[in-house]
């Protein structure tokens, strides 16, 4: 089976071709291309809506195409169609949905509606078909922060989420302050090389009713404070211990819940996704906290943990598993949140 996954839900335009292997294996990607809009962006400091939009229009068509090159395959060979609902930009998301709704209809075939952040937690999956449940997973990216039980698949419980920030939306905000490009993260990572962690004092944020909820504001009002404070500047010597030790809170405050929670819900395994997860500080502390706790580890090769199309397919072959009859639903909306 064929399946064509397509997300524009922020600022990347992605289709992707997966093959069902049958049997215990995962599907396998035969091509997944993912265009980003970081250069359209990047003058604004952050992602500007009406012009993502816009770009999705403009590439979505060259995308999928390209998509199907690289798999080798017509669109008449494929059996079913997935894209990303949301949540996300509702400009974005339609654009997606708009195209993939019309091949469906086109050619006959299922179209399933995917969830983001259950194809962000599927990006695991992928490549590890045999994650052992419970899983307590963990989502960071730019628009999520949240912890999640998995207990079976396409499960997914929420146990707690950010009160404020996302913590790639505080990289990237510190990061746009000092002017240092967008996406913040990326560029954080490359700066902070070399740095010492321990160089600017953070305390990890704990919220008063100790509950496994998220926040990142208070970090990003101390981090501006040690920018004011100590004169850090896009060419101040002290940059790379700025940016290594705001690094490491960022990532010892997501571990620090991620401990907790495995405390409270005893999983078998856990999970790190979403784009922060490309991290190469925080996936060195996730995997060293594994070690600690004795429980397996998994996270997506960083190709897979920004946004993708080859997690949205992924995520509707198991919904379409479960629904063979599924077929194209005309109705089926963009939901923003
Ligand atoms: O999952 P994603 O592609 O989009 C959303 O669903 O939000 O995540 C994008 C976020 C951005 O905030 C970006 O700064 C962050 O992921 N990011 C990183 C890295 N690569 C991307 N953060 C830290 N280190 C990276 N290497
Ligand atoms: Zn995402």
Redesign the pocket.
Known sequence: MLVLGIET??D?TSAAVLRTAGGEAGPEILSNIVLSQDEIHAPYGGVVPELASRQHIKTIDAIVAESLSRAGVGLEAIDLYAVTQGPGLIGSLLVGLSFAKGLAYYFRKPLVGVN?LAA?LEAAFLENAGIPFPSLGLLV????TSLYLLEEPLSRKLLGRTRDD?A??A??KVAKFLGLGY????V??RLARGGDPKAFPFAVPRTKDRSLDFSFSGLKTAALRHIRERGVSKSSPALADFLASFEEVVARSLLDNLRRGVDESRPRSLILC???A???R?RTRFHEFALDTDLPAFVPSPKL???NGAMVAASALKTFARQPDLIVDLDIDAYPR
Do not use: F, M
């Open positions: 839900s922020c990347e983001h962000h990216s730019g628009g999520h996302a790639g939306e990289l990237d996406p913040g993260g990326p954080i990572e979403g784009g922060v490309r991290n190469t925080l943990c920004t946004d």
